[in-house]
């Protein structure tokens, strides 16, 4: 991507195509972990906290010292595996040497200085915004980067596998086993793949709002890269195979924007090549790109 030299100043809206090859990209917790699905047109969904999640992992990767396993500062992730937030929150009052029990107006302004302490610290408070107003208060954030659900272009398909392990959790389970069989035969259970699936993400990112939580244009470089490679560092046999296909970003010359996003969406049109068969792979469909008649002060890049 070519840089204008203040990218940050300028309003941006993305589009991203990922897919998955026999995986589950999101399961539902509340439906057996199966694959996430619009029951009214069975089309697959992909929650754009499972998308923060990736990418705020590739952040950990990438700046984390590999020798000390401290974080770069400024880099910290914020809702990390394993977190205790209000300890975070009592870190930014102690770092700063302030009272978290203070009334009125001091109160009021450890609030404001715990806040902007822990955009700077954090690198997903700054990009994606946080609540930090439970237990210890640290205010509130609006992030500048915003991701909507990911919907699949075209309905998907739950196959739902048979599993074996050819082993038992505990004594209990052997002996049971022993008990029935004579010998310990393992344990069986199932496990919920989509074949192939295309999907579409679209996300925004405002300068108002990154002017506030401090976001820089390192920050956006990081961004772009996350998004671009997130999933090469997000293996697991649940997942199957997923990659990022296409990346495009749009860039406004104002700082307000110099057309609406669902107009700029609607020039990146997805479509299955052969409809009389499923796909199989991304080749199968053909990624229609509408460059003509962008909008005045309008840049499209295509990052990947």
């Not at 954090?122 to 500048?144: E, H, K, L």
């Not at 080749?283 to 499209?300: A, W």
């Amino acid at each position: 991507m070519s840089h204008t030299p203040n990218q940050i100043d300028h309003r941006h809206d993305f589009v991203l195509l990922f897919d998955v090859a026999h995986g589950n990209p999101n399961g539902d917790p509340d439906a057996g972990n199966a694959p996430r699905t619009d029951p009214e047109t069975g089309h697959g969904l992909v929650s754009d906290v499972a998308l923060k999640r990736k990418i705020r992992d590739f952040v950990t990767l990438a700046k984390t010292h590999p020798e000390t396993g401290e974080p770069e500062s400024g880099y910290d992730i914020y809702v990390r595996h394993r977190g205790v937030l209000e300890r975070y929150h009592r870190q930014a009052y102690e770092a700063l040497g302030l009272d978290p029990k203070a009334k009125g107006k001091e109160n009021a302004s450890n609030v404001d200085r715990t806040r902007a302490w822990m955009c700077q610290t954090y690198f997903d408070v700054r990009t994606f915004g946080a609540v930090m107003s439970t237990g210890i208060n640290c205010g509130q954030v609006r992030g500048p980067v915003q991701l909507t659900f990911s919907r699949s272009v075209d309905p998907i398909a739950s196959l739902e596998q048979s599993i074996v392990r050819k082993a038992v959790t505990t004594e209990k389970d052997a002996e049971k086993q022993l008990t029935n069989h004579g010998q310990v035969t393992g344990t069986m259970g199932r496990k919920e793949i989509v074949p192939y699936a295309l999907y579409v993400a679209h996300g925004f990112y405002s300068p108002s709002l990154a002017r506030d939580t401090g976001f820089s244009d390192s920050d956006m470089e990081l961004l772009w890269q996350a998004l671009t490679l997130m999933f090469e560092h997000d293996r697991s046999a649940t997942r199957g195979e997923m990659s990022t296909c296409k990346l495009f970003v749009f860039e406004h010359e104002s700082h307000l924007g110099n057309a609406p996003a669902q107009a700029l969406f609607r020039r990146i049109k997805a479509q299955r090549i052969d409809e009389s068969k499923p796909a199989r792979q991304f080749e199968d469909y053909s990624i229609e790109v509408v460059r003509e008649g962008l909008p005045s002060g309008v840049t499209l890049h295509e990052m990947v």
